[in-house]
Every structure is written in C-alpha cells, then in structure tokens.
C-alpha cells in the first residue's frame, strides 16, 4: 500500500496517456514491440540497419553540405547540433556549453546546458540540461523575442555530487558546504535581435569580441565565478565573501551592463555599456534594437470587454471573498470576474497552492498588465497578491482594474498613496526571501493600515539604492500571507 | 505487479518507460524514501508531497535516458529531487513542468493524507540518525545502504580496502540499531 495512492494513480494514468503519445509520434519503441511480440534477434537486427543505413545517408549529405559552404558552415550555430543557437567553450576546459531556443505560442524560451562528449545515433552532438529553468520571454510583434539574461554562480555539473549534495545551495542547514569556486560559472546569454552582429565583454582584464549568431541574434558567455564576484553577506554579524548557487539573476529585453561592455550592430552602430569595476559595475543599458511593440497584450481579459474598476482589494480578501474561505467557494467567485484561472502552482514554505491568473489587462497608463496570485493553505484562502507584470504594453481600454476601497491601485504614485491614506500610509523596507537574505536589497515597501487589516504595497524605487520618491509607483498590492512571508 | 517485486532498480527503471507495472513497482519502492527526503528538508508534508509528484512525474518522461551502469537508480532518481528541491528553494515554489507535460492534476491532498506523510517523518529517524554517525561510517553505509553501490567502488572512492569498508558499513548499522532501540519507547 503505497502513502499517497492518489499520486500513484495519477502517475499510471500519465504514464498511460506518455506512453500513447510517444506511440503516435512513433517514437522508437522498437524494443518494446520486439519483446512483446517475441520476434527473433535475427529480426530485431533489420530496422537497426535501417537505422545504420538512414545515419549513413544523413551523415553523407551533411558532410556533402559542408563541403560545398564553407561560409554558411562558419555562419551556422553549431552544425550537427539538434537546435542548438550558440555555443561557448567551458572556461575550465569542461564540456562545452551550448544555448537551446524552443518557440512556444507567443513566447521564446532559453535553455542552457553542456554538449556532451557522447554522440547520439546520428552522430549528433548531445545536449543536456544544465541546473536552470529555462527563461522565457513575450515574443514582439514581429515574433521576435529580445531577452538578455545574467546568471550568477551557477553550477557546473549539476547533480553529480551524489544524491544527497555536497553543495551549499544558499543558506539552508541541510546543506553546509559551499561549492568550490572552480565548480561554479558565470553565465550571460540572451537574444539581442536580428540587428546585432557581435558582443564585446572582458576575460581577466582582456577584451573578447565573439559574433552573435542565428537571425535572433544569439550569444552565450560563460565565465568562471570568481572570489570578486561572489556576494558579501553576513553571518553571525560578520561579513564574508560566499559564494552561492544561482545567487543573482537578471532578466530583461534591454541588455545591462554587467558582462558585456559592448554590442556592435549590422549597421555599424555600437551600444557601449559599463565595464565591470572591484566595486561594481555602473548601470547602463542597451535598449533593444528593433523591438516591435505588441498593439494588444498577450492574454486579453476573458470575461470583460470594458474598463471595470472594481474596489475590493481589502487587508483581509477581495471583496466578500475573505481569507479562511474554502479554496472551493473562492475560485468560483473570481472565475466568474477573470475566467478560469491560468496556473495553479504548488507552493513552498507551508503553503499549499497559489492559483495565479497572469497576463490581466488593466488598460493603465503605467503598468502594462497584472497578475493575480491566490494563495492557499490546507485548501484555505490566507492571502493575496496583485502584481505590475511585464508582458507587453496594455491597449484597448478594457480588463479588470483591483483597487483598494479608496481607490489605490497598480501604477498609482507614492504622492497619491499619501494622499489617499495620510498617515495611514507608512513607508518601510522589507527583507526579500524565504528565509529573508542578507545578501539580497531590501525592498521598499508601503504599509497601508485599513479596518479591515493591513495592504502592503510594492514601491518601484529608482537606482541601485530603491530609492523612493512621490513619483515612485507602486508596483504590487498585496495583503494576508504569501511564500515570501518569513516562515522559520 | 508480484512479478516486478524482485526485480532491481535498474531493471525497474529500464523497463518504466514502457510498462506501466514496472513504473508502479517503481514508485511503490521510492515513495516513501522521497517523501521522507522531502520532509526532513522542508519540514511540510503538503511540500514534500508536490515535491515528490514532480520528481517521479520527472522521472517517468526521463526514464528513457536512465543507463543502467552508469549510476545506482537511486542515485539517478535522488539527483532528480536534489535538483527539484533546489529549483524550488530559489524560485519560491515547486516547479509543476513536468507533471504539466504529463498533463497530471494538481495533488488534492486531504488532512489523512498530510498525516500519512508526516507520520513518515517519524518513520524516517533512520535517515536522520545517519547524519549522526562519525563521518567515515556515514559515507560508507550512505554509499552501500542507499546507494546501493558494490563494495569495490566504494573502497576505490573512500580509498580504502573493501574489508574496511565492510567494517564501516557493519560498525554504522550495528550504531543505527541500537540508536534506534534507544529511541523506541
């Protein structure tokens, strides 16, 4: 008797629907077949000549092809490679690394991983995973994505510590050792757009230029983590340099300064950024060279077609829909105003499912659109959140508008929170993570005190800092509990 | 399923990707294990419960990948939650991509459920206790108990002759034994 026959069942019925799926793409369960019908070996050997004979015919045309092209060969990703857009050698002589691009309905994602030295049956090279989640982004309204992401101290070879780790993966007791500086890397990569031709960054002082590659305008860099590099942080009052696993992550369609000092385009126009400096690097940004703004958002609102400002953002629920209500009576009510929920996600830190509805248009002059997460513990409703996202500008006037009960909302200034609230409105900074982490800035953050419980609202600040002014806008309205509420 | 009971790991998980049955016997073996994995490292059964749903719904879609020899099925299916719960301590949350791919629904767990998991956690105190043994005998019964890895490898590993290894694993279990006697009421 299993402990959770439930979960077992589940899984048979998706190892049922996996195995028909993979059956009607006619994906090779040849072995499978063999042994079930019991073929003799000497039958079993006919389709891996057949096998043998198709490798042959595609490694003679590839090598043919490469003969005869010389120049689309230097132009190409990486011949011989399954979908792989960029390549980067491994700064410690390692597997090479390489960037994969998968195209979903309105969205691009990146995968990072390493080229294995293994080859697979058609001599193509292996790519696999590396200890990433993919990074996604909106596609413009041309289908071009522009994504630049900066990973910090990622690991090399993930999961080959043994089952258990050997690695500090932040600052969780299970895991006491922190990854030696040699199994860590720096990893930049992204899309810069069909404009750009090379990418411009220093190794050990040196000056490096490597071509984009693809129409997306690839690139991959990979660096060693260096003792520089690694973050300050603080424990037991004393401040050391440690280096932890994933420890900064960057995003976004404009490229920033921080590894690459330089972008050259097709039209000889070079963007130059900030070189990295002991202190830091001074921020900087490549806007993104022929982005096409989207006329609408990616997910246009379900239900409403007009603008619908709806006051019920409250410190205890939304509405009449208060926190301690049944996940069974609150999704149904906000359904019936949003459509179906988008996703719903497993939580962490003792909280059971947050049910998220994304890409909301709230046709507002400053945030593009919105996303509603719920969150739930033992199936109770216990907090929310109500974020500024960035998928594309808003356009038509139409979606649902949350607002507090005097009228506060996503893209509203601090001046106008001050005036709304008075003194009910306070200004504070918070601790980001779960547990909270020295090392990451202090978020600013304003506390709304109601009847009805306390709302805090997200503030956008300005430069390295977070500074915040009365033009600052507020980015989230959130009140109740939620995963980055501290839990230990 | 009776037939499968006695298979090895890697036999069970060779033969996952295309027999149901194989793939049950499979989880029925590690369920309790991954749970217990989760629950000491997340202290919350409904955590640990996600968790473990998306490690073996990660290791059905790779089961196919999985090369017997090359590392202990456990060893592969370990380093699957490892990464998991890694994902899901940076990212705040339990990542859902493969059992979206599976097209699996959410978990719907009642309270008899939690208490089942979390019963486990008390269960589980041999796990706990390993951390507890000195370090030469911990490596040593981790590699042959959990792991499941022949002696010779260890002893290549840990640099040492396999009789010393037989020694350490036989020294570590005598001390979970009776450990563990202490404890029961």
Redesign the interface.
Known sequence: MSVLPKLERELIAAHRRHVQRTRFRGAPLVSDRLSRYWLPRTMAAIPVALACLVALAVAVVALSLHHGSTKKRAAAASPGTLGVAAEAPDPQAGAPWALQISHRRNAVCLHVGRLLPARGPLGQRVFADADQLPACTATDARGRAFLNVFEQEVRASPGTNGPIGKCALGAWPAFTSPCPLEDLRNLAYGLLGPSAASVTYLVNGHSVTKRTTGPDGAYLIVLSATAETCHLISIDGRRRRECEHGAAQVFSAALPSGVITAVTYRDGHVCHLPSPTPRGTPVGSCRPVGYAKRSQSIAPPPVSTSVDIRRLLEGNGIGSITFGQPRSTVIPQLERLLGPPHETIPGICGFGRSTDWIGLNINSHTVSGAELNLQFKHSRFVGYAYYANAMGPAGQPHGILFATSRGLTLGDTVARARNLYGRAFTQTRLPQGTPPSAKLPRLPVGEVSTAKGEISAGIQGSGRQDRVSGQSIVESLGAGAGPNTPCR | MAAWVSETDERLLLRA??D?QA??AF??RY??PM?VYFL???R?A??A??????V??AA??SSRRFKAGAAPA??W???????KL????????????A?RR????????E?D?LE??ER?GDDGGAIGLLDELPAEQREAV?ARI??ERPYDQIAEQLKCSQSVVRKRVSRGLARLRQQLGDQSP
């Open positions: 990707a295309s149901v793939f049950a989880y029925r369920e309790r749970l000491r490292r997340t919350d409904e955590l419960a996600d968790l473990a749903a998306e073996f719904a059905l879609i456990s060893a299916l370990f380093a699957i939650a490892e990464h890694a994902h899901a301590r940076r990212r705040g949350r339990v990542e859902d991509r059992r599976l097209q699996m629904e959410p978990l719907a767990l309270d459920d089942r998991i486990l981790r959990l792991e």
